[in-house]
């Protein structure tokens, strides 16, 4: 985590930087379809993260070495616009970037039903534009809509969601503050029905009952983010129904 | 981790393997939760400011550390540096290939980079030459020369060793050599998931027969300072928390066995 600093990131009726309780998300938005050319996208909002996901796919996965005789690839990519942060970003993948994209790609590779598309690979870009902490369950919990929205056949929705400790506590989804002068982060990618872990990391310093206390937050909220996912995809599919024909 | 894409495991093999986990062994008369002999030499290269060789059963790795004078981080102007990277040379295994950093050493090199970073292990607040100008960069390079799984841990193990054995080239700055200083020991274990099982040390063959993979560093006093699950598998939260309590409880025997 960040470097150790005098700002109180809980003031004395505890309350956050930004106003939130505990265990209160930031404003989550999530809209599906937001680009032409894509065979599936989403957008996504989540305080003051803006993240594209665009899906491509199943197509023949290539170069042909990569192929999996009995499943498809996920590739997702992970990657930040130079104007997403507060210093100008170096375009072009990085190390954190490659890192996030792999984790990201296992995460979503457990979702969708992998094994009905031998030989092929899916791509899901992820484009971060504006970047405000949280960006890889960000854009994990948008990439999973944008697959969904692509009409790629899947398990479950992955749910990205972080919990982290401030001024020695426990609260859920770490702010841009938060996250650079908190004490630990804990980002987990977690299917929502089944409560299956597919992604988590983990830096900073947690004893092993904070550690329960934070995945419980986690789990907690993993709901109600799942519903603003169902209900992106709702409002996509009832109006694809109604076009043609109410059916 | 790399995976052999040629597919080298028979199926004898695998069965094996599967039905001795279901009694509760290993192919290779290990416990779930034991880890393989490991050996450490340190000093193995003088040239470097410090360096470990070590043998995690047939993995081999070689850790080397550098230290050279160069400008800190903008946003850490009062801490020296600290780089990790990873090399899989090609003679370590058929399938790994020459090249710039892939998907593979990148992950490996950060998670180690993590569990030493994050257990704040180097007192990079001593590295300091001059205040936002001058400060230590501390260069650690693992060179994987023959692998057979765990490469996370065996890294690590490199890692911890050639630090504590590190110098400084304080005379190159008008002061005197010292010793890299050195806070605690963070202690990573890795596991793997087969079936329903969660081993420890993941040899080659095993790492080829898992779903998922779990890296738990923790610190001496049992907290949990970095964690990283690889692979396309899930754990329940229930798998997660036994796998916490594996890396608290073998941490503790690495710990008493090689890094006093």
């Known amino acids: ?247 | 981790m790399p995976r052999d894409e040629a597919g080298v495991l028979s199926e004898i093999k695998r069965d094996y393997i599967i039905r001795k986990l279901k009694e509760g062994k290993r192919d290779d008369g290990r416990g779930l939760n034991e880890f393989r002999e490991i050996t450490i030499q340190t000093n193995y290269i003088p040239r470097a400011a410090g360096s470990a060789f070590v043998k995690l059963g047939r993995t081999k790795i070689v850790a080397g550390i550098k230290i050279e004078s160069g400008e800190p981080f903008p946003d850490t102007p009062n801490q020296g540096v600290l780089t990790t990277n990873v090399e899989l040379l090609p003679m370590a295994f058929p399938t790994f290939e020459a090249g710039p950093p892939n998907e593979t050493s990148i992950e490996i090199a950060r998670v180690v980079d993590r569990g030493i970073r994050e257990s704040k292990m180097i007192e990079l607040e001593k590295l300091v030459i001059e205040p936002a100008k001058k400060v230590y960069i501390v260069f650690v390079d693992i060179n994987v020369i023959d692998y057979d799984g765990n490469l996370i841990d065996a890294c690590t193990m490199g890692v911890l060793s050639a630090l504590k054995t590190a110098i400084v080239p304080g005379s190159k700055e008008g002061g005197k050599d010292f010793a890299l200083p050195i806070r605690n020991f963070p202690v990573s274990v890795t596991m793997v998931k087969i079936g329903d099982e969660i081993i420890v040390d993941p040899s080659v063959e095993e790492e080829q027969l898992s779903s998922a993979r779990i890296t738990v560093s923790m610190s001496e006093e049992g907290h949990i300072r970095a964690m990283q699950k690889g692979d396309s598998g899930s754990f329940t939260l229930d798998e997660i928390r036994k796998a916490i309590k594996i890396s608290s409880d073998t941490g503790k025997l690495i710990r008493e066995k090689y890094l006093q």
């Open chain 1, 1 to 247: 985590m960040g470097t150790a600093s005098d700002i109180k990131l809980i003031d004395e009726n505890g309350l956050r930087i930004d106003g939130r309780s505990p265990t209160e998300l930031r404003p989550i938005k999530i809209e599906t379809d937001v680009l032409d050319r894509a065979d599936g996208s989403a957008y996504i909002e989540w305080g003051g993260n803006k993240i594209l996901v665009a899906v491509y796919g199943p197509r023949e996965a290539y170069p042909k070495h990569t192929q999996d005789i009995e499943k498809a690839i996920i590739k997702a990519r992970y990657n930040m616009a130079a104007f997403s942060v507060d210093e100008r970003k170096r375009p072009g993948p990085d190390r954190r970037s490659v890192e996030i994209s792999k984790v990201i790609s296992e995460a979503l590779s457990n979702a969708v039903m992998v094994e009905q598309f031998p030989r092929a690979q899916i791509d899901v870009f992820i484009e971060v534009l504006q970047a405000d902490a949280g960006t890889r369950i960000a854009g994990l919990t948008a990439a999973s809509v944008a697959l969904a929205s692509a009409g790629i056949p899947m398990r479950d929705l992955v749910v990205g969601c972080t919990a982290g400790k401030i001024d020695g506590q426990i609260v859920l989804d770490l702010g841009k503050e938060e996250d650079n002068f908190g004490q630990a982060d804990l980002p987990m990618g977690i299917l929502a029905k089944s409560g299956k872990v597919v992604l988590i990391q983990m830096d900073g310093d947690l004893s092993l009952e904070e550690f329960d206390k934070a995945t419980e937050m986690i789990l907690d909220a993993i709901k109600r983010i799942n519903e603003i996912q169902r209900q992106a995809l709702a409002g996509k599919f009832i109006s694809l129904a109604l076009e043609r024909g109410g059916e």
